[in-house]
């Protein structure tokens, strides 16, 4: 656990069962732990230094083997409609992107769990950056603590997506311990039910997902056709509909909860009737509900965005199909805040950044 000095771990990527360890070998008694995760967490410290109610010696001994980091973006932009697209630099230059979107009540944050993606989805502007790589948990949260930081009292950040950049289960360690600190008691305490894991459908790590968090799960599906899937989502041809459909069906699933299957519609290419015939036949025997994400273009894309008399057809034959079928409107168009959007470039042309 005590690394050498250049190797030290930001406090924020210690799971709880970790940094105990860690108070334990600097001969602390366990409640120790729990105030240090009472800073990070509830009380979002800035740095080691003001943990006050820890003796000097302690912050100084601490300080020794691990770091705290505070994650602000180097920019920010604002759309028409109150979204806000924060960019944070990393400390190795590159850059990632998070979404805030307010809501009547409360804001949503859309997080981003890698820095590029290495799944290549032909929609996704993302894919187009290639993959630099994965967040540590300190960077996960600190997204999240930040946005916490700056939204109003009366509209708190009650809503995560991992919708961001990223694969959130091609991280899954890191996005566990961001997880554990989200959701856990000596934590944020947000609610399970409206903190999100978005997959491109990684059907080998859903089980781990499932055992490991009570975070509810949406799956990226944009066709149900093995053919058409494969040439939209590369990650179908080693994970095709049947084994994909089997892992969601297995998923450990609360009475009250469903899945959420995300249907990006890309104007003449899977927004036809036959393809939300398609889709009906496809979820029967799954706990499901489904969203419809317009496509959101970007430069160089391949694809335009579904007609909108299109997308309600779509939408009704889903409907007929006795499914709950909702039609997700665009956030932050104007700012490229959008789903599938986000690029942040920040750092990119340092190619000794990357690792
Ligand atoms: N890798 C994860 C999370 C990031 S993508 C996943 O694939 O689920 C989040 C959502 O945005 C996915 O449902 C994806 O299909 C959708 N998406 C990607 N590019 C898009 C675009 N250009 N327009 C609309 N939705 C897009």
Redesign the pocket.
């Known amino acids: 656990m005590i690394r050498a000095p250049e190797k030290k771990p930001d406090l924020r990527d210690l799971s709880a069962a970790e940094l105990q360890r860690l108070m334990a070998e600097l001969g602390q008694k366990p409640f120790r732990a729990r105030q240090v995760l009472h800073w990070l967490y509830k009380g979002g410290a800035t740095s080691i230094a003001e943990m006050t109610d820890l003796s000097q010696d302690l912050r100084v001994r601490l300080a020794r083997v691990t770091r705290l980091a505070w994650m602000e973006p180097a920019h920010q932009q604002q759309a028409g409609d109150g979204t806000r697209k924060f960019l944070f630099t990393l400390a190795d230059g590159l850059a990632v992107e998070s979404v805030l979107i307010p809501e009547a009540d409360h804001h949503t944050l859309c997080v981003s769990?890698q820095v590029g993606?290495r799944?290549g989805?032909a929609?996704?502007?993302?894919a187009t950056l290639g993959f630099k790589r994965s967040l540590t948990p300190a960077e996960i949260i600190g997204q999240v603590l930040y946005a916490r930081s700056v939204v109003e009292a009366d509209r708190p950040l009650t809503n995560l997506v991992?919708?961001?950049?990223?694969?959130?289960l091609d991280n899954l360690d890191n996005l566990l311990k961001a997880l554990e600190h989200i959701l856990g008691p000596h934590g944020l305490q947000m609610s399970q039910r409206k903190v999100t894991v978005?997959?491109?459908g990684l059907a080998d790590r859903l089980p781990r997902l499932g055992r490991a968090t009570p975070a509810a799960l949406?799956?990226?599906l944009?066709a149900a056709d093995d053919k058409l899937r494969d040439r939209l989502m590369p990650v179908n041809r080693r994970f095709p509909l049947a084994a994909l459909k089997a892992a969601l069906a297995a998923y450990p699933l609360k009475p009250t909860r469903r899945i959420t299957l995300?249907y990006?519609l890309l104007g003449g290419v899977n927004d036809r009737p036959d393809h939300a015939r398609q889709l009906v036949r496809w979820v029967r025997g799954l706990k499901v509900k489904i969203?419809l994400?317009?496509?959101?273009?970007?430069a160089g894309?391949a694809?335009r965005a579904p007609a909108p008399e299109d997308v309600a057809r779509f939408q009704d034959v889903l409907v007929d199909g006795h499914l709950t079928a909702i039609i997700r409107r665009?956030r932050g168009q104007d700012i490229d805040a959008?789903?599938?959007?986000l690029a942040a470039r920040a750092g990119l042309d340092k190619s000794g950044a990357q690792r």
Not at 162 to 168: A, D, Y
Not at 293 to 298: D, G, K
């Open positions: 769990s993606c799944q989805c929609f996704c502007r993302t991992f919708m961001g950049m990223g694969e959130p978005s997959t491109v949406a799956v990226s944009g995300e990006v969203n994400i317009p496509f959101n273009p970007f894309a694809f665009s959008a789903c599938g959007q």
